[in-house]
């Protein structure tokens, strides 16, 4: 029986060591979770092997000799493709999609990580075949073996929940990325392979659980309740003028915040400053509160300050808006030569100087997520889910009021990431340049004809070409695309956008990674051009604003490649995320610059600000960037940025931000307050988020809402 058990967990061990090694490198983390799993878990199959009897036994034996090497191995192969762990979600509800679209990635990434994949191996090849040699056999348990198996289970069972209670009890930082806000990557990173197939199969048996028993209100193209409240005002954030930088802003280098050109306060230009809120029946909000969930729900939006308007409110009032979700990109991708339409749409409009581009679970859906939604993705599939929640706060319902069509593009599969179910529900006519799995007799009419609709990644600029027409000559408009040129793999063989660029960074002296992806980033720049050209010749360029922001940076690079992108050294801080936000509208006479700190959480109250809606700030996890809030980037690991202080959570790195004169931003008798009241605010808006989606609670605040 000890022999059994012993190669068992034995073997896990050895799965986890190398599973941290080769994901994580050195990095330090906390076994003592994982061995009492293992523990357990051993003991339980050890228990199955030892009842079972002849042909059963063995295919219980090599099924846990050989299952968690499989598993183990196939989130090696996810993390190295995706730096994000491999969940139940992805694997039920993403194998079509890895199947059609990912394989060449999965197939590199196999090839990457084989060193390591035949090490976890080793031990399913030789000890059964050293046993056997031995002459040792599978032992058939008497009532003795199973008692002893059943005291090496309970002592798992039983320490491994006396070690979630004493984390909880001294408020460890384990227990909380574990339990509270449970992080995949931070739990396979700090705890081990086997706590995060542990913690996912929980987390997703309660969803699953609380799905049940709620009914499904689907509402597509649900728009805002007709409300009111407080007309919008604000105060200034920004300097306009200023010369510019092609960089990024570094922290520290001036002062982070916002600034104006000074003004009298009985200048009657100034706005008349209001909060941006809806009129709210608290007690109805709360009395339509049942549970904890939405009675926190209540407390939290009751409790909050709404952000005020600002001198830049209703600035684009009556504009039409293009919103793009630029695949894989970032400030790297900008050259004044390679790139020109980007590089002038970046260094005019509206410059932020640090913009932060957080990496998600899901990546890229999370990406389009957060950029359209305001809210922080609550784990995988974010956007999936939300098409069973009704959605009156996002750009189409405010255009809807003031009969705007909003339409929506993909230059991929209409059912990739269920895109055909979420984007109608948020109110866009949604359509895609090919089927995917859908039928054509129920969903042909959704589909754009353009050329080449079949090359991996497709082409931006084909998708430019044959989508433009469709809405360019209406009054107004609002159109939001999903690109995919910019998409990894970066190579010239498996990448069509790159191989069709490749002449042009011919003369690039980069690897073949950042090459490639210039490449591939030159057809997003070709895109652009195209529809301000469209626009132009339509007569609607001064008319319309272009938003665009990326859904991740190009993870699809390794790091020594994203460095040699970027000419310097991104071990710094949060510095991989940083990126670029383009907010331009041709009519800009000057580019106005921001230094506070910010992400795409604060894209959708920020548009709403500028186009003068009248909304509710307390909806949102984000703020509006030209307010007079201090800015924060909130990251999935409960990392964070805000414009005093850049905070790490694993191991408590904090880098204090200074002013001109070298000085830190926050006082010395101060910093323990302001840190502690930062983190407190992260945890609130994840959780807010969660909520958001979990409760499907806006329809409680619509019906909370003054008619």
């Keep these: 029986m ?34 009492l799993l293992i523990t357990a878990w051993s003991g339980i199959w050890a228990m199955l092997i030892g009842l079972s009897k002849n042909r059963v036994k063995k295919i219980i034996y090599y099924t846990a000799i050989w299952l968690p090497v499989i598993w183990t191995g196939a989130q090696l192969v996810y993390l190295r493709i995706f730096r994000q762990p491999l969940l139940w979600a992805a694997m039920i509800r993403g194998t079509g999609d890895a199947l059609s679209d990912y394989w060449r990635e999965t197939l590199e990434g196999i090839w990457s990580t084989l060193p390591f994949l035949i090490l976890f191996m080793l031990p399913a090849l030789v000890i059964p075949a050293l046993l056997k ?41 384990f227990y909380e990325e574990y339990v509270e806000f449970y992080d995949p990557l931070t739990v396979a990173e700090n705890l081990g392979v086997l706590p995060l197939l542990h913690g996912d199969t929980q987390q997703s048996l309660q969803k699953f659980i609380k799905a049940q028993k709620q009914p499904k209100t689907v509402m597509a193209g649900a728009s805002a309740k007709d409300v009111s409240g407080e007309q919008p005002s604000a105060a200034p954030s920004v300097t306009a003028g200023e010369p510019g930088q092609d ?22 230009k100034l706005p008349v400053i209001r909060p941006q809120e809806f009129s709210l029946d608290y007690e109805r909000l709360h009395q339509l509160a049942d549970n904890e969930q939405q009675t926190w729900l209540a407390d939290y939006i009751q409790s909050q300050v709404p952000v005020n308007t600002n001198e830049y409110t209703g600035m684009f009032k009556g504009y039409n808006l293009i919103f793009l979700t630029a695949e894989g990109f970032c400030t790297y991708a900008i050259d004044e030569e390679l790139t020109p339409t980007l590089y002038q749409l970046a260094n005019s409009g509206f410059v932020c100087r640090n913009y932060y581009t957080p990496l998600w679970q899901t990546s890229t859906s999370d990406g389009e997520y957060i950029n359209i939604t305001g809210l922080i993705p609550d784990q995988q599939y974010s956007m999936r889910r939300s098409a069973e929640n009704v959605q009156p706060y996002v750009l189409p319902a405010f255009f809807a009021q003031e009969g705007v069509k909003s339409y929506a593009y993909h230059n991929n599969s209409l059912s990739y990431y269920d895109r055909y179910l979420s984007h109608p529900n948020l109110g866009y006519d949604f359509k895609a340049c090919k089927l995917g799995d859908l039928e054509e007799a129920e969903w042909g009419s959704k589909v754009f004809a353009m050329e080449q609709p079949n090359q991996w990644p497709a082409s931006d600029y084909n998708m430019m070409v044959a989508t433009v027409p469709e809405y360019v000559n209406e009054e107004r408009f609002h159109v939001y695309y999903m690109t995919v040129s910019g998409h990894m793999n970066y190579t010239f063989k498996s990448n069509a956008m790159s191989s069709k660029n490749k002449d042009a960074v011919a003369e690039l002296e980069l690897s073949e990674g950042p090459k490639a992806y210039m490449a591939c980033n030159i057809e997003l720049d070709k895109a652009m051009e195209n529809l301000l050209a469209q626009l132009e010749e339509a007569g609607q360029l001064e008319n319309t604003v272009i938003c665009l922001s990326t859904d991740h940076y190009p993870y699809g690079l390794s790091d020594r490649e994203y460095e040699e992108l970027a000419g310097r050294d991104l071990s710094a801080g949060k510095d991989k995320f940083r990126n670029t936000l383009i907010l331009w509208n041709a009519g800009m006479e000057e580019p106005v610059y921001i230094d506070k700190a910010c992400g795409p959480m604060d894209l959708l109250p920020t548009l709403l600000n500028l186009f003068g809606f009248e909304y509710d700030s307390r909806m949102y996890a984000g703020r509006d960037i ?32 200074q002013d001109g004169e070298g000085n830190d931003l926050v006082p010395d008798d101060e910093k323990e307050e302001y840190l502690k009241a930062a983190r407190q605010e992260v945890k609130d808006r994840y959780k807010f988020s969660a909520y958001i989606i979990q409760e499907n609670y806006y329809s409680d605040v619509q019906q909370a809402a003054a008619p």
């Excluded at 012993?6 to 061990?13: C, E, K, P, T, Y």
Aim: zero cysteines.
């Design 133 to 173: 040699r031995l002459g040792w056999e599978l032992p058939q348990f008497g009532s003795l073996q199973v008692m002893r198996t059943l005291v090496i289970v309970v002592i798992g069972i039983s320490g491994s929940a006396v070690t979630l209670q004493i984390g909880k009890i001294l408020e460890l930082d």
């Design 247 to 268: 960089e990024i802003m570094k922290p520290g280098v001036s002062k982070p915040g916002v600034s104006k050109p000074s003004e009298t306060e009985d200048d009657p």
């Design 626 to 657: 030209l307010s007079d809030r201090e800015g924060m980037v909130i990251f999935n690991n409960r990392d964070f940025v805000t414009d005093k202080v850049i905070f790490i959570e694993k191991g408590d790195i904090t880098t204090w931000l």
């Design 2 to 35: 000890i022999v059994l058990w012993g190669v068992l967990a034995g073997q896990a061990v050895w799965l986890e060591l190398v599973y941290h090694l080769s994901g994580f490198g050195m990095a330090v983390f906390n076994p003592i979770y994982a061995l």
